[in-house]
Nanobody, 124 residues
Framework: QARLAESGGGLVQAGGSLRLSCAVS????????MAWFRQAPGKERDVVAA???????????SVKGRFTISRDSARDNANHTLWLEMNSLSREDTGVYYC??????????????WGQGTLVTVSS
Protein backbone atom coordinates (compact mmCIF):
# COMPACT_ATOMS: atom_id res chain seq x y z
CA GLN A 1 0.00 0.00 0.00
CA ALA A 2 1.17 3.51 -0.77
CA ARG A 3 2.62 5.47 2.10
CA LEU A 4 2.20 9.22 2.13
CA ALA A 5 4.24 11.55 4.30
CA GLU A 6 3.53 15.28 4.25
CA SER A 7 5.96 17.90 5.51
CA GLY A 8 6.78 21.57 5.24
CA GLY A 9 3.97 23.14 7.23
CA GLY A 10 4.45 25.67 9.97
CA LEU A 11 3.51 29.06 11.34
CA VAL A 12 3.75 31.91 8.85
CA GLN A 13 2.56 35.50 8.74
CA ALA A 14 -0.08 36.58 6.29
CA GLY A 15 1.52 37.31 2.95
CA GLY A 16 4.23 34.75 3.49
CA SER A 17 5.07 31.56 1.65
CA LEU A 18 5.52 27.87 2.37
CA ARG A 19 6.43 24.84 0.29
CA LEU A 20 4.82 21.57 1.21
CA SER A 21 6.22 18.19 0.23
CA CYS A 22 4.56 14.79 0.01
CA ALA A 23 6.85 11.79 -0.07
CA VAL A 24 5.20 8.82 -1.74
CA SER A 25 6.60 5.35 -1.17
CA UNK A 26 5.58 1.73 -1.18
CA UNK A 27 3.09 0.25 -3.60
CA UNK A 28 1.77 3.34 -5.36
CA UNK A 29 -1.20 3.83 -7.68
CA UNK A 30 0.67 4.19 -10.93
CA UNK A 31 -0.92 6.62 -13.36
CA UNK A 32 -3.51 8.10 -11.01
CA UNK A 33 -3.68 11.85 -10.48
CA MET A 34 -2.69 13.28 -7.12
CA ALA A 35 -4.01 16.13 -5.07
CA TRP A 36 -3.43 18.30 -2.06
CA PHE A 37 -6.31 18.47 0.36
CA ARG A 38 -6.91 21.00 3.11
CA GLN A 39 -8.90 20.49 6.27
CA ALA A 40 -9.61 23.85 7.82
CA PRO A 41 -10.72 24.04 11.46
CA GLY A 42 -14.29 22.83 11.76
CA LYS A 43 -14.55 21.97 8.07
CA GLU A 44 -14.32 18.88 5.95
CA ARG A 45 -11.21 17.91 4.03
CA ASP A 46 -11.36 19.21 0.47
CA VAL A 47 -9.20 19.35 -2.64
CA VAL A 48 -7.25 22.57 -3.12
CA ALA A 49 -5.03 21.47 -6.02
CA ALA A 50 -4.67 18.42 -8.23
CA UNK A 51 -2.33 17.24 -10.98
CA UNK A 52 -2.23 14.47 -13.56
CA UNK A 53 0.86 12.70 -14.88
CA UNK A 54 0.28 14.53 -18.15
CA UNK A 55 0.65 17.80 -16.30
CA UNK A 56 -2.95 18.97 -16.20
CA UNK A 57 -3.52 21.08 -13.10
CA UNK A 58 -6.58 22.09 -11.13
CA UNK A 59 -6.89 24.71 -8.39
CA UNK A 60 -9.85 25.62 -6.29
CA UNK A 61 -10.86 29.22 -6.85
CA SER A 62 -9.56 30.52 -3.54
CA VAL A 63 -5.96 29.49 -4.29
CA LYS A 64 -5.71 30.24 -8.01
CA GLY A 65 -2.72 32.42 -8.79
CA ARG A 66 -1.19 31.79 -5.36
CA PHE A 67 -0.59 28.03 -5.14
CA THR A 68 1.35 25.81 -7.54
CA ILE A 69 1.19 22.03 -7.51
CA SER A 70 3.93 19.93 -9.06
CA ARG A 71 5.24 16.40 -9.01
CA ASP A 72 8.40 14.72 -10.15
CA SER A 73 8.42 12.83 -13.41
CA ALA A 74 8.85 9.31 -12.07
CA ARG A 75 5.40 8.00 -13.03
CA ASP A 76 6.12 4.35 -12.30
CA ASN A 77 8.70 4.91 -9.64
CA ALA A 78 7.66 3.53 -6.29
CA ASN A 79 9.16 6.59 -4.67
CA HIS A 80 8.28 10.07 -5.84
CA THR A 81 7.34 13.46 -4.53
CA LEU A 82 4.45 15.87 -4.79
CA TRP A 83 4.86 19.54 -3.89
CA LEU A 84 2.63 22.49 -3.16
CA GLU A 85 4.14 25.96 -3.40
CA MET A 86 1.98 28.40 -1.46
CA ASN A 87 2.40 32.16 -1.80
CA SER A 88 0.53 35.21 -0.49
CA LEU A 89 -0.88 33.13 2.32
CA SER A 90 -3.92 34.36 4.20
CA ARG A 91 -5.60 33.25 7.40
CA GLU A 92 -8.15 31.37 5.30
CA ASP A 93 -5.36 29.03 4.19
CA THR A 94 -4.92 27.75 7.73
CA GLY A 95 -5.51 24.05 8.11
CA VAL A 96 -3.99 20.61 7.94
CA TYR A 97 -2.79 19.74 4.45
CA TYR A 98 -2.82 16.19 3.13
CA CYS A 99 -1.81 14.59 -0.14
CA UNK A 100 -3.38 11.57 -1.79
CA UNK A 101 -4.14 9.85 -5.04
CA UNK A 102 -7.45 10.53 -6.78
CA UNK A 103 -9.76 8.09 -8.54
CA UNK A 104 -10.47 10.77 -11.10
CA UNK A 105 -9.22 14.25 -11.93
CA UNK A 106 -9.73 16.80 -10.54
CA UNK A 107 -11.98 16.14 -7.54
CA UNK A 108 -12.50 12.40 -7.39
CA UNK A 109 -12.43 10.39 -4.20
CA UNK A 110 -9.13 9.85 -2.50
CA UNK A 111 -7.70 6.38 -2.93
CA UNK A 112 -4.84 5.72 -0.54
CA UNK A 113 -4.55 5.69 3.20
CA TRP A 114 -4.14 9.15 4.65
CA GLY A 115 -0.85 10.34 6.03
CA GLN A 116 -0.48 12.41 9.17
CA GLY A 117 -0.83 15.69 7.30
CA THR A 118 1.13 18.87 7.87
CA LEU A 119 -0.29 21.84 9.76
CA VAL A 120 -0.21 25.28 8.19
CA THR A 121 -1.07 28.19 10.45
CA VAL A 122 -1.26 31.69 9.00
CA SER A 123 -1.26 34.54 11.47
CA SER A 124 -2.42 38.07 10.77
Amino acid sequence: QARLAESGGGLVQAGGSLRLSCAVSGRTFSGLPMAWFRQAPGKERDVVAAITWRGDRYYTDSVKGRFTISRDSARDNANHTLWLEMNSLSREDTGVYYCNFLLSFPRGNAVGAWGQGTLVTVSS
